[in-house]
């Protein structure tokens, strides 16, 4: 037996025979992490609990609200002080279907105004689009 042929089946490893090994000894120092019921944390007080199948329309969201609670904002182009509270983001989340990163920006009265304008904007485009179409 020579020295190489020793060297090379025993002692001798690939580098990434070594990394496995440096990854295997470094999981087994780390203890495992206790995993915690975050259903058994307390609910705040006027907190509205959500339904999580009512959510399950967010299908590439991580964390999944466990429960809403009122968000004070102020209005995006009056700047009102504003509440959006957990019972409006429960039916816009959950019967509305919104996206759960969506908030509400702006005040009742605003909320209509740019309905309005929206609505309005979409009617010149598509009356210019079918003027442009008839020539
Ligand atoms: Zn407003």
């Not at 609670?69 to 983001?89: P, S």
């Amino acid at each position: 037996m020579s020295g190489f042929y020793f060297k090379s089946r025993d002692v001798m490893k690939s580098g990434k025979q070594r990394r496995v090994e440096i990854m295997e000894k470094r999981r087994a120092r780390i203890p495992a992490k206790e995993s915690f019921d975050v259903y058994a944390l307390p609910v705040p007080a006027g907190a509205v609990l959500a339904d999580q199948d009512a959510l399950s329309h967010n299908k590439n969201a991580i964390f999944l609200p466990l429960f809403y609670v009122d968000y004070a904002f102020n209005c995006r182009d009056c700047g009102a002080a504003q509440i959006w509270t957990g019972k409006q983001q429960k039916w816009w989340h959950e019967i509305m279907q919104g996206n759960i990163n969506s908030v509400a920006i702006r005040c009742r009265p605003c909320r209509k105004i740019e309905q309005q304008r929206k609505k309005q904007a979409r009617e010149t485009h598509l009356s210019g689009l079918a003027a442009k179409q008839k020539q």
